[in-house]
């Protein structure tokens, strides 16, 4: 486990370093050559990584994901949340969020969750609309409602 | 003496001072939500201070700045999460010492530390100023490029058990700092034709990613669904051993001079000055290895380290006009709209306005003694009583608001939730994330600093040591890298002397 | 919401056009600055909206993009709604500069033109021992001396430096150009010693002018500046016709209504003028210059074309 996760790892960090040499190879001057000298260093120590795993004797387990299926959903519930950011509207999203991460995880008390997107959506607000006045993706629903009246 | 007891008087009335209170509460709090930050907050009250009587004004900055550099430190011990670029040093002893039931004990050491660190920072502003700032003078390109090398070398404490994923995490980091225009030349470099790659990725934005996100689905796959009791929060206080306090003190003497030195330099900021003071306090300690296991020093020196950095940064600002950093230029256009030129004259301009500001500094630390810890426990901690399944949307969505208000785009938040994915699984493979954002930070000052000297040297690789200032500094470097690899050869011939 | 839009072009614009103007402005305005927070372009334009705010009677809400010598900010505002409240406050370098070092997204027509709204002038100065001390005399000395002198600019391909480039090429002049951060960053490389000339804005080496600690024989307008005493403006030498300035507009994205525009300059044109934000310009060496619509798109046009030439025979 330990053994190949590391010669995967080397292989990226080589292809990194060749990729970003390769890259550097068009700019201009001084401008290239640090990038340059940069990524075949990126490319030398991924393989040095590599090599220490292959010739490495033992092979410890060791896992990637401790719980595939949460982090699966965690990982696509928050995906989904910053692509909806934008078109829905960030309090809308986030309130959605709060109760719609917690469900898929697995939690049932929906009133709880309700009480705590409530509380902290209002918090957020407080803190960025009204006292920095930061401007934050506009809400769908607001201009449903502008277009209706 | 007569110019800070006038000053003085004008500090401690009504206005500044109920402004230094709220203000440091606040800056406690921006500091300890990860992506929000002193900058923005400063940045906001900018406007205020163009109506506002400027002692009131600069006392918000004040107590904003010092307050945020403590803030950072507690996310950064609760959940390995720092709330701040400048206490991602504070994370590698005070989560594992919060990890072992200290979580109180290591809040009270960064919040004493931050203090003391803030504390000595405004004396020296205070007593030293402009002599210092002339100091700074010396410090040209070449200078700048060793510095930057220096802080580099720190990088060895953070290495973990495999020093070449180590390296190989501080080139990384230096690669993805030659993101976007290069200022020397005007190349765009790995940009693939993405305008908004031009000004390179946000160090806030990649540190948020990388180092929240994986707490966060760590959490998700704990799926606590009841929450801690009271109880089990273990907040108890350990009670410091004997002589443990005393114990810190040689390491906040020696992150406050640190700190104090990074500071007076522009453009090297508080984030550099954590990392040094802790690499210092490993390099002094009788056991290095206990350094990253909870060692109460760590945290000292790392907060200390970064506290010390915030009036210092002032020096070169007040004294010569010239901004250290984002914060020293917000206050100075702040100066500027009340009709003051910065520069040398400033100190005989208004002695009110700036002795009192130089207080403000002063005190606002005085306050963290006060305010910080109860802020810690009584407010922050208590989060951790929510069920874990209700902490990980919360704390996403601070984080993805904190990103999206610093260039108001969503596609930064993309850039994080990456950069977070990519923190988790190298993580998982030993892979340290420390040297990627120390890299990002120090790489263009190196690169900027090395080129801008060969411009002005025509080329002549020479000059980067024979100038007097720089050959010192090329000589601590090589001091600083080699001592550890002394001390270690010196530790294994002992037992075998034995 | 663009159904409604659509539907007002469709009708008589005209008519519609004023109830629309009416209602403008009922909530907060966005303004984008395509510089940091702190600086000077951040500083006029927080002032000059705290005046606006209470003009207009609406909010507005400042967003800074710094990044890429200002073609970040432009890059993204431009493709902000045209509907008045979306505005973008700038100096001319990211429209006028940037575009002839940069590979950028942009163009002039990217953004309709409002107002501009104050100008200075870059200035070139030395220690007090330098050699020489007026105009002529300097560049003179800069001629004799090719390759010898450093001069400090505020990034490669800025407007400062191709301000001063074109004065050296009228005159011949070969001098090391050493790019910076800004002119906080210059300012203290030429304080130590480690650049012979700084070159960037007035009011960051007035304090020293001031104190006898530097001189400046030369500043980039054509006229003198009255806050630098000994310094020749470009006329006094001969060389009107090389006149670059650093002056700031307000600008809104591509198509913005004729009626908001105008709208917007006029009370733009008040706010500068006002005598509070007169004399916050006049602390940072800077005067009040209105320049509204179309003749500020001419201006920036003309701009761009006589900076086009320098940047071609300097081969960035």
């Known amino acids: 486990m330990e053994k190949r996760q590391d010669i995967v790892l080397g292989l990226i960090f080589v292809g990194i370093g060749i990729f970003a040499a390769w890259m550097a190879t068009s700019y201009k001057g001084a401008s290239g050559t640090y990038p340059m000298v940069l990524g075949l260093v990126l490319t030398l120590l991924g393989a040095t990584v590599s090599i220490k795993a292959l010739r490495q004797p033992t092979d410890q387990p060791r896992a990637l994901v401790n719980a595939p299926a949460k982090l699966g959903t965690a990982a696509l519930v928050s995906a989904i949340y910053v692509a909806l950011v934008i078109p829905l509207g960030f309090y809308t999203a986030s309130f959605l969020l709060v109760l719609a991460m917690p469900l898929a995880l697995g939690f049932r008390r929906l009133v709880y969750a309700l009480t705590v997107a409530a509380v902290f959506m209002s918090l957020i607000y407080l803190v960025f609309s009204v006292l920095l006045e930061k401007p934050l993706p506009r809400e769908l629903i607001l201009s449903l409602n502008a277009v209706g009246g | 003496m007569e110019f800070y007891t006038n000053a003085l008087s004008h500090v401690l009335s009504f206005g500044p001072l109920t402004a230094m209170i709220g203000a440091t509460l606040l800056g406690v709090f921006i500091g300890a939500l990860p992506g929000l930050n002193p900058v923005m907050a400063i940045a906001l009250l900018l406007p205020l201070t163009y109506s506002m009587d400027p002692l009131v004004a600069l006392a918000m900055v004040a107590g904003i700045y010092n307050g945020s550099m403590y803030g950072g430190a507690i996310p950064a011990i609760l959940l390995r999460i720092p709330g701040t670029p400048a206490s991602i040093a504070t994370t590698f002893d005070g989560f594992p010492m919060a990890d072992r039931g200290e979580a109180s004990k290591a809040l009270k050491i960064a919040c004493w530390s931050s203090a003391i660190g803030g504390i000595a920072s405004a004396i020296a502003l205070m007593t030293m100023g402009p002599m210092l700032a002339r100091v700074t003078l010396f410090f040209g390109p070449a200078e700048y490029f060793w510095i930057a090398i220096f802080g580099m070398a720190s990088v060895a404490v953070m290495v973990g058990s495999d020093p070449v994923k180590g390296i190989m995490a501080a080139v990384l980091g230096l690669l993805i700092g030659t993101i976007g225009i290069d200022n020397l030349s005007g190349q765009a470099r790995f940009t693939f034709g993405q305008t908004w790659l031009l000004g390179g990725l946000d160090l806030i934005v990649v540190l948020v990613g990388l180092y929240a996100l994986p707490p966060v689905l760590q959490l998700a796959e704990k799926c606590d669904l009841k929450g801690l009791s009271a109880a089990q929060l273990k907040l108890a206080d350990v009670p410091f051993k004997k002589g443990e306090i005393r114990g810190l003190i040689p390491t906040w003497l020696r992150a406050s001079g640190i700190g104090i030195g990074v500071g007076i330099l522009p453009g090297a900021g508080g984030n550099i000055a954590a990392f040094l003071s802790y690499n210092a306090a490993k390099n002094a300690s009788d056991d290095p290895s206990s350094f990253g296991k909870g060692n109460p020093q760590g945290v000292a020196a790392a907060e200390c380290g970064n506290n010390a950095d915030n009036a210092a940064s002032m020096i070169p600002a007040l004294a010569l006009g010239i901004p250290g950093n984002v914060v020293a230029a917000l206050v100075l256009s702040a100066l500027t709209i009340h009709g003051l030129q910065p520069g040398p004259q400033l100190f005989h301009q208004n002695p009110t306005l700036v002795g009192g500001f130089m207080m403000e500094m002063l005190i606002t630390s005085v306050l963290i003694f006060a305010l910080g810890g109860a802020v810690a426990t009584r407010v922050f901690a208590q989060f951790q009583r929510l069920p874990g399944v209700l902490l990980v949307p919360t704390i996403l969505i601070l984080m993805c608001v904190g990103v999206y208000v610093i260039n108001g785009r969503a596609i930064d938040l993309w850039v994080m939730l990456a950069a977070g994915f990519a923190g988790y699984f190298l993580e998982k493979v030993n892979f340290p994330l420390a040297p990627v954002i120390l890299g990002m930070i120090l790489g263009p000052m190196a690169e900027q600093s090395v080129r801008r000297a060969l411009l002005i040297s025509r080329g002549d690789m020479t000059e980067l040591v024979t100038r007097p200032i720089s050959a010192v500094l090329a000589a601590v470097t090589v001091l600083v890298i080699v001592w550890p690899l002394v001390k270690m050869v010196r530790r294994r011939r002992k037992p075998a002397e034995q | ?157 800025g407007t400062m430096q191709l301000a001063a480039e074109r004065i050296f090429q009228a005159k011949g002049i070969d001098a090391v150009a050493i790019p910076f951060g800004g002119a906080g960053e210059t300012l203290q490389n030429f304080l130590g010693g480690h650049v012979d000339i700084y070159g960037g804005s007035i009011s960051t080496v007035l304090p020293y002018v001031e104190s006898g600690e530097a001189k400046c024989p030369i500043v980039t307008s054509a006229a003198d500046v009255p806050a630098l005493e000994g310094a020749s403006g470009l006329e006094a030498l001969g060389l009107a016709d090389k006149e670059t300035l650093l002056w700031r507009a307000i600008l809104g994205p591509k198509d913005m209504d004729p009626a908001v525009v105008e709208m917007l300059a006029n009370v733009i044109d008040e706010a500068v003028n006002d005598p509070s934000y007169v004399e916050f310009l006049a602390t940072k060496g800077e005067v009040p210059n209105v320049v509204k619509g179309d003749a500020l798109g001419a201006r920036l046009q003309s701009e761009y074309d006589a900076l086009a030439e320098v940047s071609k025979a300097l081969g960035l």
Do not use: H
């Open chain 3, 1 to 157: 919401m663009t159904l409604k839009a659509t539907f007002i072009g469709l009708t008589a614009a005209a008519a519609m056009a004023a109830p629309a103007f009416a209602e403008y402005p009922d909530r907060t305005i966005e303004l984008t600055i395509p510089a940091g927070a702190g600086g000077g372009t951040d500083t006029s334009a927080r002032k000059l909206a705290l005046l606006l705010e209470e003009k207009l009677g609406t909010s507005i809400a400042i967003l800074n993009v710094g990044g890429g010598g200002g073609s970040v900010g432009a890059s993204q505002f431009m493709q902000a709604k045209p509907d008045g409240y979306a505005l973008f406050a700038t100096w001319n370098s990211p429209l006028t500069t940037v575009p002839q070092v940069q590979d950028v997204a942009y163009s002039l027509d990217s953004f309709t033109p409002i107002a501009s709204t104050s100008e200075t002038a870059y200035t070139l100065c030395v220690k007090a021992d330098f050699p020489v001390t007026t105009g002529a005399d300097f560049l003179a000395e800069l001629e004799a001396n090719p390759g010898k002198y450093t001069y400090g600019n505020d990034g490669i391909g």
